[in-house]
């Protein structure tokens, strides 16, 4: 049984960055695909950053540039950089995995089937 759990959430300051952690334990495979989703109230959950086995990676426009997904296979450990943040990023950000998920489907949250509980991000003007 997989199973994720986020950390690194927080308050900041717009400009501000922060690091989030997810964290799999159970059986995640090295060729699991992986990725970030974030959900704002009364907003659909929308796909930040997605990685695959290969190491491809895919981002919502909104954060190009400013955030990074990267792995760590060896500490089973996803994450996620951001900086300058806004307060349009401001959401619940949730971690997500899958065996295995096409690039052009790694931001779309239906092509995952294993989720965390999410970590709250909140950023000030």
């Known amino acids: 049984q997989v199973q994720l759990v986020e950390s690194g959430g927080g308050s900041v300051q717009s400009g501000g960055s922060l690091r989030l952690s997810c964290i799999a334990s159970g059986y995640v495979s090295s060729t699991y695909s992986m990725g970030w989703f974030r959900q704002a109230p009364g907003k659909e959950r929308e796909g930040v950053a997605g990685i695959n086995s290969n190491g491809y990676t895919s981002y919502a426009d909104s954060v190009k540039g400013r955030f990074t997904i990267s792995q760590d296979n060896a500490k089973n450990t996803l994450y996620l950089q951001m900086t300058s943040l806004k307060p349009e990023d401001t959401a619940m950000y949730y971690c997500?995995?899958?065996?295995?998920?096409?690039?052009?489907?790694?931001?779309?949250?239906?092509?995952?089937?294993?989720w965390g509980q999410g970590t709250q991000v909140t950023v000030s003007s």
């Open positions: 997500a995995a899958d065996p295995s998920i096409k690039t052009w489907r790694l931001l779309s949250a239906r092509s995952y089937n294993k």
